[in-house]
């Protein structure tokens, strides 16, 4: 299973990004796929989870209301589109897969088994 991340860039704050995290190296099997993001100097955060069964999502309180993760699953692609980006998300932002079979998804950085390379958001002026 291989991940690809992608979508980063510099942005101004208030301005929007959009992410994308595509999965490959499977073709049958329900999971879920985590955001997090990680700033130098400190842990591995969430960010947001997707269920591929019913495309339930959830949203740490910090990014609640501005970022907003959707799923194509026939393409194993999930999208992480961010609004309002402010200077404090600005972080390597990774995604996680782990294999469910019930349609929900963790916060827990330690129940994905499979993560792909980071993409950089840079949210200054």
């Known amino acids: 299973v291989q991940l690809q991340a992608s979508g980063g860039g510099l942005v101004q704050p208030g301005g929007s990004l959009r992410l994308s995290c595509v999965a490959s190296g499977f073709r049958l099997g329900y999971y879920a796929i985590g955001w997090f993001r990680q700033a130098p100097g400190n842990e591995r955060d969430w960010v947001s989870c997707i269920s591929s069964i019913d495309g339930g999502n959830f949203y740490a309180d910090s990014v609640k209301g501005r970022f907003t993760a959707s799923s194509d699953n026939a393409e194993k692609t999930v999208y992480l589109q961010m609004n309002n980006l402010k200077p404090e998300d600005t972080a390597t932002y990774y995604c996680?897969?782990?294999?469910?079979?019930?349609?929900?998804?963790?916060?827990?950085?330690?129940?994905?088994?499979?993560w792909g390379r980071g993409t950089q958001v840079t949210v200054s002026s």
């Open positions: 996680g897969l782990v294999f469910r079979t019930d349609d929900g998804c963790s916060p827990d950085a330690n129940e994905y088994k499979y």
